[in-house]
């Protein structure tokens, strides 16, 4: 009897260890714009022309974007260094 409450406790516990899904997208999102403003200045100072800056920079924030996101989840489910 105790051992099947203790089975079941450990069952339905929030995980406290884990970040929810939107923690990681925020996260994405805010090294996302400080990659992509690197992004767009190094583009730049290489093509010397902004409209060419900009758009390499819009895909590299997408890409870049789910990319972080999906690194996030799966280093999340990682118990090593918790």
């Not at 800056?53 to 590299?60: F, L, Y």
Request: net charge positive.
């Amino acid at each position: 009897m105790i051992f099947n409450k203790k089975i079941a406790k450990q069952s339905f516990e929030e995980d406290v260890t884990s970040e929810k899904p939107v923690r990681s997208i925020v996260k994405a999102l805010s090294w996302r714009v400080v990659g992509t403003l690197d992004t767009l200045i190094v583009s730049y100072i290489l093509t010397g022309k902004i409209a060419l800056a900009a758009s390499i920079a819009s895909v590299d924030f997408l890409t870049k974007l789910i990319l972080y996101f999906f690194h996030e989840r799966v280093w999340n489910k990682i118990k090593w260094g918790k």
